[in-house]
């Protein structure tokens, strides 16, 4: 039978000699097993019951984000509240797989939108992390808020015991929204609640109708056989059950089950043969538990063991001869997976605390460092490269304590944000010119380093060319920090363009394989059969597009032929299946801006600028209309203006809908890249942590 996770984690655990159960057995039908007579013995299958501990959660490998406190607090000013209890009781809802969505970049209004806007889901499952996300950042920014009121006040002149913060309009907002969250994500416990209890009360249905199954004395065997069959398949298709109910349903459940194999008093043989089956099901599973002990994953390993669990509680007995020895090899390799896991987390917990002593003794030391500010532009840039160093050696260090993260990792950026602020100032303070152009070259060399890192290789070729224009456009700096300046920058422009063309090199290194999937995809589509749905094919002829850009390079003497075939196929294809010109100029449009994103604007002004032509065409066609007479010739000369004047509100239609392409795909551009400048500060940057 089928059992739920919540069940199985119920079982008490298998006795000193564990003995199999009955459940599921292969029952013959025919009539003449009332006439056998060979007794069967069954008793309760051993359950292997799973740890009960939590795993522990799996470390972030990001530092928190920087949360600037108020030096001296009110002491009844008002804080957020950062419990959620709706979400704490909710612990039966399988995991589920949410989109991926950045809400940085928005302030406390938006993210209240951003909050209404997911409450209109109506799977309220379905927006957990990220209501989650929302709320976690809009309290970092209403703590801000809050803070810079208290300041104020004080700036002011206000008493500190006066003050009297509280929660503005828009907190208020957000607390309403959050609140109808919260209630809308109870009442859906509520209804798993309900459906559980109304599963509970199928079941005991279920179990009196065995027991009558048990007791009819004028049913012929096959009769009964028959009811109980479909009894078990009633029984396999209700869901969970409260977990306060599983154990004693459970027993009940296979305690009557016993009763009537008693009753029918199978064929020993039968019964040794379905037996024999059983067993062959579960030694498969003990090879794969077996084969779990040396699975890389810790995790994986255990989840596909709690699947093993499972399937092996839907197999009925075996021969009792073998259960002990069956369920022994089954147990051991269990507890050893088990074990595996257990040792993972305390590895990791021992890691951990290793890792924080590392942090706190790096933290003395930034401390140590940044306890006196220097005196001269040498030392400001000797301590910013120890900084820099120091910065490294913190992000090579593995993850600390969740409950210890956020406030370390505050500490250390704290005394480099100091450190670079007034390193700012003094480098503000220098009117000479090279002084001022070496900071302006220090900047380069800053930006220069972190495009070294990327991947996203034109545009940060682009950009890296840009800061080397600029470099030639600054003025002299001093003789003694020259070339060191130079080699620094020179440094970060070699070790870019060094990974750039190890990249390339390695994607032309598959030309060969590339060319011989363009040919495939290319006999592919002319061997395509196209329905009689024009969308369907409109959506065909889109994605074997795709699927030929995403392909990649071939070599260069067969692009040009290779590109001109397939572009021929597809334009043969929008013909031979009538779809319009404007169908599949807007697909390609589409699909010419997934592989090329730059020019977006340039793009849209040109269209706009095309748009405002035939607009004006338009106004003046119409004007000339009204001056025509009604004549024979006017008329012929109206039906050639009407068919411009169509034709250039159709081209006009098309245009627009391009722009609005553009805009959304620019905006979605500018909604993913998000490099906030930390201005000669890379502790500033989000992404150290």
Known sequence: MEESNEMLNQMPAPAEQPTENVDNASVPTTENLAEQSAEVTSTVEPTDQPEPAEQPQAESLTEPAEQPQPESQPEHAEQTDQTDQTDQTDQTEPAEEEPSTDFSALDRNALV????????????????????????????????????????????????????????????????????YRERRQKHIDELEAEKQKNLEAKKQILEELRQVINDENSTMKQSYDAFNTIQE????????????????????????????????????????????????????????????????????????????????????????????????????ANQVDERRREYYA????????????????????????????????????????????????????????????????????????????????????????SENYNKKIDLCLQAEAIAKRDDWKKATDELLKLQDEWKHIGPVSRKQSEKIWQRFRGACDEFFSRKSEHFSTLRGSEQENLQKKESLLTELKAYAFGEDKDENLDALKDFQR?????????????????????????????????????????????????????????????????????????????????LANSKQADLLKEEFDKKLQKARQEIALLEAKVRILDDTASDDANAEQNPAAEQNPAAEQDDK
């Open 113 to 180: 939108a951003a909050l209404n806007t997911l409450l209109e889901a109506q799977d309220i499952t379905s927006i957990k992390n990220r209501v989650a996300s929302v709320r976690e950042r809009f309290n970092e920014l209403d703590k801000e808020v809050k803070k810079a009121a208290f300041d104020k006040f004080i700036e002011e002149g206000g008493n500190k015991d006066e003050y009297e913060g509280g929660d503005d309009a828009t907190a208020e907002a957000f607390k309403r929204a959050y609140n109808i």
């Open 234 to 333: 009633r029984w396999k298709t209700i869901g969970d059950v409260p977990r306060a109910d599983v154990n004693e349903l459970w027993q009940n459940y296979h305690f009557l089950i016993e009763q009537f194999f008693a009753k029918v008093k199978m064929n020993k043989e039968l019964m040794l043969l379905d037996q024999k089956k059983n067993l062959e099901k579960k030694t498969l599973l003990c090879e794969r538990a077996e084969e779990l002990i040396v699975e890389p994953s810790v995790t994986k390993a255990a989840k596909e063991l709690q699947d093993l669990r499972d399937q092996w509680r839907e197999i009925g007995p075996v021969p009792m001869e073998q259960n002990d020895e069956i369920w022994t090899r089954f147990r051991t390799a």
């Open 347 to 434: 590895q990791r917990h021992e890691e951990q605390e290793k890792n924080l002593l590392a942090k706190q003794a790096l933290l003395e030391k930034v401390k140590e460092v940044t306890a006196e500010m220097p005196s001269s532009s040498k030392q400001w840039n000797d301590k910013s490269a120890e900084l820099d160093e120091m910065l490294k050696v913190w992000k090579s260090i593995g993850p600390v304590p969740r409950e210890q993260n956020e406030e370390i990792w505050k500490s250390f950026k704290g005394f480099i944000d100091r450190f670079y602020t007034e390193k700012k100032s003094h480098f503000d303070s220098l009117k000479d010119e090279q």
């Open 547 to 627: 699927r030929w850009m995403e392909i990649g390079f071939v070599p260069i003497a067969e692009k040009q032929r290779l590109q001109k075939e397939f572009r021929d196929t597809i334009n043969g294809m929008f013909e031979k299946l009538k779809i319009s010109a404007r169908e599949a100029e807007m697909s390609n449009f589409r699909e010419s801006l997934k592989n090329n994103r730059g020019g977006l604007h340039s793009k849209r002004d040109h269209l706009v600028e095309q748009i405002q032509k035939l607009r004006a065409d338009v106004s003046l066609w119409e004007n000339n209309l009204g001056f």
